[in-house]
């Protein structure tokens, strides 16, 4: 996995974070969450899936480079944002859509870990029968 994949992740969870959570008091930590969140998710698409979305990832960290002048990663956080809403409002399909799934399943990691502590009774359920005593 390439260095501009991992933080373009990173980069487009801070920018999640930032949408959803614009008062966190620690937004590195969730942004850092979410990102190993997305990460995860990568890992785990099929064969056929991954290179395509690595590939999709790569091509919307260079997407900014002639107009700005720089990758995704190292753009300002406003300036992020900003790409961000362009890809949402853009004519062409696919970039709409990546921006959804990725955005929807920021969002997921991100509430899950603010949230989903919540929940945590004692052991993970393990789907196995306990012996009764």
Do not use: C
């Not at 997305?38 to 590939?55: N, T």
């Not at 959804?100 to 393990?126: C, H, I, M, N, W």
Request: net charge positive.
């Amino acid at each position: 996995m390439s260095g501009h994949f991992a933080r373009t992740i990173l980069a487009l969870g801070e920018a999640i974070v930032s949408e959803r959570q614009p008062d966190a008091v620690t937004p590195g930590v969730l942004a850092k969450n979410v990102s190993e969140f997305l990460l995860s998710v990568h890992a785990r698409m099929p064969d056929f899936l991954r290179p395509l979305f690595y590939l999709l990832v790569l091509f919307f960290d260079v997407s900014p480079l002639l107009r700005r002048g720089t990758f995704f990663h190292r753009l300002p956080l406003e300036q992020r944002l900003l790409e961000l809403d362009n890809w949402r409002r853009s004519r062409i399909e696919f970039r709409r859509r990546f921006v959804e799934f990725y955005g929807s399943l920021g969002v997921f990691g991100l509430y899950s870990d603010l949230y989903g502590k919540d929940y945590r009774y004692g052991q993970p359920a393990t789907g196995r029968r306990t012996q009764s005593q």
